[in-house]
């Protein structure tokens, strides 16, 4: 696993920390509805990690044509994009042009289609 590049952020692990305190302080004091909320707390942080180690899978295709230009020159790069997993996949993409990240509008990724952008 890649747990050494994933970290929580503070408001997760607040998140974390304030549901094993809410569950331990409810299971204590025998009060189901702290106990309760304390678990679905740290539900909530356990999925949001799971969502974040396992990856969506992707197929990805870049084109440029022409592949050298003179400088200042026009050209255009076509990046195509299919989710080929079961769920639909949300994303940013950011592209490398001239050495400079240029930002890519990707709608929301169906199953089985692709969704092509042109710069």
Known sequence: MIWGAMRLTVRGTGTAVLGLLMLGVGLWWRYAGMAAF?????????????????????????TVRPRTVPRLAR????LELSATGRWPVALDAVDMVAGSPMSVDVPLLKPGSVEASTT
């Open 75 to 78: 050209c255009n790069g076509r």
């Open 38 to 62: 304390g678990l679905a707390l740290v539900a909530l942080v356990v999925a949001s990690i799971v969502s974040v180690l396992i990856a969506s899978p992707l197929s990805v295709s870049r």
